[in-house]
């Protein structure tokens, strides 16, 4: 996916001639409140070349779900299709962390050492928190063959040797390898599957329709998920090689990939999830807890200055987006960018999944994600 200056102009340059096509009417159904700029919409769906998406917009009690389909590849969603959501899993990760830190079941501020002591006795954990992990400050960095050594079963302590690379709580480097570890100390904890405990721990008591195992859903309700450049026909991904198995059992050493981007949900479950966040709902967490997670713990730095990043969340100061703070996360896989993201002085909600989008950036946010905070935020939910 581009994520330099250079790869995103050549994106840009070339996407016009891509062979996918989101239609001129790419909107196959409204739910809820009638838009009032459904044309801007529309636009967005056709200039970021979405296959297939479900937008939810919300504002108060007033909310829309949108619907889109596309022509080629021939994509299209329903208001409860699934979608694996990338690193959106990453705020229900660290969720579900807190609840159980909430609980005194863990410590966000002990060392990860000392849950992983009976898998690992080296150097290169030292000095890293639970804190460390979920704000992206833990020094390590994601090793090269990464998701090929999740697909070959290779333990985590095989690569974390050159993983380090600087010290815990000094600088801000984003890491799948990290989120990755907290799947592990999880279950190294709790001594099941993480599965399980997602389940049991945070889908359940939100009854949430999500899961880590996209192999239990029914095939026909998840949207397969395509690149847009290069476009290859026949080449979707339905299920992802981790979301293809069944976690029977816990296996600290090998699960660091499921949390930090495996979930598969609908549209809803992560407005349920977000209401959370927002509003405090269920009494889910504490309100200082809370207001850790949303807390600035690290910036982006030079490439992307108007980014920084809470405990799974990342928040987002762009005045040409709103005049408050954007919290949220996005997810990018596999051809995917999805976005939710919420205007903390209003409580303003926009959730964007799609089965393949740009993948463009500005900085480190997703021009498609940016464009459609634009018209939810500045548009089209203050004309309601």
């Not at 299709?81 to 807190?98: P, Q």
Request: aromatic share 8%; charged share 20%; hydrophobic share 35%.
């Amino acid at each position: 996916m581009p994520t330099s200056r250079l790869k995103n102009i050549v994106y840009r340059f070339v996407l016009p001639f891509s062979q996918t096509d989101s239609g001129t009417n790419p909107v196959s159904d409204v739910y809820g409140h009638s838009l009032t700029h459904p044309d801007v919409f529309r636009r967005l769906i056709r200039r970021h070349h979405v296959l297939g998406s479900s937008t939810l917009i919300e504002t108060g009690s007033l909310s829309s779900v949108i619907c889109t389909s596309s022509i080629c590849p021939p994509h299209a969603a329903q208001p409860d299709s699934f979608f694996r959501v990338a690193s959106i899993t990453k705020t229900a990760t660290s969720l579900l962390t807190l609840r159980l830190a909430d609980c005194d079941i863990l410590s966000l501020d002990a060392p990860i050492s000392h849950y992983l002591r009976s898998f690992y006795s080296g150097s290169s954990l030292d000095g890293i928190t639970i804190r460390h992990l979920l704000s992206h400050t833990s020094g390590l960095v994601d090793p090269a063959g990464l998701e090929s050594s999740l697909e070959k079963g290779v333990p985590f302590t095989d690569l974390l040797h050159d993983s380090r690379q600087f010290p815990a709580g000094s600088s801000f480097h984003y890491s799948n390898l990290g989120y990755g570890l907290i799947g592990c100390i999880l279950e190294a904890l709790l001594d099941r599957p993480v599965s399980g405990i997602f389940n049991d721990f945070l889908f359940s008591p939100l009854h949430m329709n999500a899961t880590l195992e996209g192999c239990i859903l029914p095939r026909d309700k998840i949207v397969p998920v395509v690149r847009v450049l290069p476009y290859r026909e026949r080449n979707e991904m339905i299920l992802t090689p981790l979301g293809s198995k069944q976690l029977t059992e816990a296996d600290p050493l090998r699960h660091y990939g499921h949390t930090a981007g495996s979930m598969y949900t609908d549209i809803a479950s992560l407005q349920t999830m977000f209401h959370v966040l927002i509003y405090g709902e269920n009494g889910f967490l504490s309100g200082n807890i809370l207001s850790e997670m949303k807390k600035e713990h690290a910036v982006y730095g030079k490439l992307s200055p108007t980014l920084s990043y809470g405990l799974g969340l990342l928040i987002v100061k762009d005045p040409s987006v709103s005049n408050s703070r954007i919290l949220g996360h996005q997810g990018f896989a596999y051809g995917c960018v999805d976005g939710a993201f919420w205007e903390e002085s209003t409580g303003r909600l926009l959730i964007t999944l799609n089965g393949g989008c740009s993948e463009a950036r500005s900085g480190r946010l997703g021009l498609s994600n940016r464009d459609f905070m634009r018209w939810a935020f500045r548009k089209e939910l203050p004309s309601w």
